[in-house]
T-cell receptor, first 112, second 115 residues
Framework: LAKTTQPISMDSYEGQEVNITCSHNNIATNDYITWYQQFPSQGPRFIIQGYKTKVTNEVASLFIPADRKSSTLSLPRVSLSDTAVYYCLVGDIGWNNNDMRFGAGTRLTVKP | GAVVSQHPSWVICKSGTSVKIECRSLDFQATTMFWYRQFPKQSLMLMATSNEGSKATYEQGVEKDKFLINHASLTLSTLTVTSAHPEDSSFYIC???????????FGEGSRLTVL
């Protein structure tokens, strides 16, 4: 079971780049890293997924070092609407129930 | 993209009654679905894993007789909170595993308030 550790909270200002790091020291060979965003009273929303190196999509980038024991979600030029809780999940594509346990997440607050 | 729908999105019931929450994968088949509960300002807590055609697997501390899970088809799982009490008031969320691609999609959540 790859336990994840994230900072509890982060503050930023509009227009800044935000980097949220997740530690997963006992990640397994078959595990992927997936980040979700959750707004109050809504289900989590997929942001990005990766296995190694760097992945980029239209909303974020994911940086994974060679040892894969951590990952960093990068949000470019955040806006007020990016205020949310961000979770990283680590697990294989089969998503057995051991992988379904969420960590505490990181509560990002974007200020004007 | 794939959508997972929950119904109802919110429900208020009296103490002692039972409430059923549905989770549907609208455009894909999901052999496995997951149920979570979330209290205010806390993380999602996995309650159980629902497998189509078989009994659900419950997390330690979750009463299987109180939280009945049925996964009768590849697109529908239901969670029934039996004899609900005020302490069962929470935000319940499901997720569905798209078997072919390995992607995991979450429902919008269902807020239960027990009076």
């Amino acid at each position: 079971l790859a336990k994840t550790t994230q900072p509890i909270s982060m503050d930023s200002y509009e227009g800044q780049e935000v980097n949220i790091t997740c530690s997963h020291n006992n990640i397994a060979t078959n595990d992927y890293i997936t980040w979700y965003q959750q707004f109050p009273s809504q289900g989590p929303r997929f942001i990005i997924q990766g296995y190694k190196t760097k992945v980029t999509n239209e909303v974020a980038s994911l940086f994974i070092p060679a040892d894969r024991k951590s990952s960093t979600l990068s949000l470019p030029r955040v806006s007020l609407s990016d205020t949310a809780v961000y979770y990283c999940l680590v697990g294989d594509i089969g998503w057995n129930n051991n992988d379904m346990r969420f960590g505490a997440g990181t509560r990002l607050t974007v200020k004007p | 993209g794939a959508v997972v729908s929950q119904h109802p999105s919110w429900v208020i019931c009296k103490s002692g009654t039972s409430v059923k929450i549905e989770c549907r994968s609208l455009d894909f088949q999901a052999t496995t679905m997951f149920w979570y509960r979330q209290f205010p300002k806390q993380s999602l807590m996995l309650m159980a894993t629902s497998n189509e055609g078989s009994k659900a697997t419950y997390e330690q501390g979750v009463e299987k007789d109180k939280f009945l899970i049925n996964h009768a088809s590849l697109t529908l799982s239901t969670l029934t909170v039996t004899s609900a009490h005020p302490e069962d008031s929470s935000f319940y969320i499901c997720s569905a595993h798209k078997t072919l691609t390995g992607e995991l999609f979450f429902g919008e959540g269902s807020r239960l308030t027990v009076l």
